[in-house]
């Protein structure tokens, strides 16, 4: 078959998409779905209701924030109970005034790190 050729590619990218990777290290993946593995330093939940979790330094230097907006926060419960807590987060990279985040918006983007 012709499309033999595009396997190695196609599992190639499907790897990279899954792969896990530190909070310390997402702004060299900006643009690619990822899972991030870190530790949560910070929480917060702003006056309209959007909630952040911070990754690394604290706010405003934290080196990744997971950000849940308030139209989604009601399926997260508290975000308080994932501060101190070790966590892998999927989705895309993007950034926000300069620093990278994911926002996510069900509760299976984030688990307990293995």
Known sequence: MKICW???F???TAAAQAGVISDRDVMKHVGERVTVEGTVT???V???GTEFLNFGDRYPDQD???VIFARSAGAFGDVAKYYGRR???AGTIELYRGKPEIVVSVP???R???
Request: no cysteine; hydrophobic share 50%.
């Open 6 to 8: 595009l396997l190695p």
């Open 10 to 12: 196609l599992f190639a």
């Open 42 to 44: 910070g929480t917060h």
């Open 46 to 48: 702003s006056a309209k």
């Open 64 to 66: 990744f924030t997971v």
């Open 87 to 89: 966590i892998d987060v």
């Open 108 to 110: 299976n983007q984030i």
């Open 112 to 114: 307990p790190a293995r």
